[in-house]
């Protein structure tokens, strides 16, 4: 079993519309966990880490469920610049070892 | 932000050949740097993780003697392909740490190999 598995997608939305992509991960031991953002062709770019109580950045949300062990991010009014592929991302809190999901990848349409 | 570079950006060699690919953390030290690999719409691998001043580790899979890492300083890591053959053909990413912040990972922009 992959230790953080995506949806793929791609996920195909009108612009102005909420969006909402799952990751769920194996280890229940891991404990810190990021979205990042790739463009295509591009290096991933950190969009917010996940903290416990879950946080809010401007039209994005994540959230952390330790129990059913996955992470989520919601766009709220996707823009055509929300364009990308969003990777999961998990750390055991062993600094030398993050796991990348495969994407999901959003295409927003005007 | 922290800012992480790569050089080159882009490099096309013949088979055979070796090549380096320098990874730097321009504005914070990082004791830990991240080689990855992607290939076309497929997602990064990691393949070693490189630490100042000791050796690197290799995950499963990945040729160590192929793939030669040095970090020889806090804000310098390379990569370098020996003997490089068309399948190491790739997307090559380094990522670093900083240590007031060790588990977010900045990335640097990526060099893309092309091995002919």
């Known amino acids: 079993r992959k230790e953080v598995e995506q949806d793929p997608g791609p996920f195909n939305v009108p612009e102005g519309a909420t969006v909402a992509f799952n990751c769920t991960y194996s280890n229940s031991a891991s404990q810190s966990f990021f979205w990042y953002r790739q463009d295509c062709r591009k290096e991933p770019k950190l969009l917010m880490s996940v903290y416990s109580s879950g946080n809010e950045d401007g039209r994005f949300t994540a959230q952390l469920n330790r129990a059913s062990q996955y992470i989520s991010l919601l766009i709220r009014d996707s823009k055509l610049s929300d364009s990308a592929t969003y990777l999961c991302v998990v750390n055991r809190n062993n600094f030398n070892k993050f796991y990348f999901g495969s994407g999901t990848k959003l295409n927003v349409k005007p | 932000g922290a800012v992480v570079s790569q050089h080159p950006s882009w490099v096309i060699c013949k088979s055979g050949t070796s090549v380096k690919i320098e990874c730097r953390s321009l504005d914070f030290q990082a004791t830990t740097m991240f080689w990855y690999r992607q290939f076309p719409k497929q997602s990064l691998m990691l393949m070693a993780t490189?630490?100042?001043?000791?050796?690197?580790?290799?995950e499963q899979g990945v040729e160590k003697d192929k793939f030669l890492i040095n970090h020889a300083s806090l804000t310098l890591s390379t990569l370098t392909v020996t003997s490089a053959h068309p399948e190491d053909s790739s997307f090559y990413i380094c990522?670093?740490?900083?240590?007031?912040?060790?588990?977010?990972?900045?990335f640097g922009p990526g060099t893309r190999l092309t091995v002919t």
């Open positions: 990522s670093a740490g900083r240590l007031a912040r060790p588990y977010e990972q900045y």
């Open positions: 490189s630490n100042e001043g000791s050796k690197a580790t290799y």
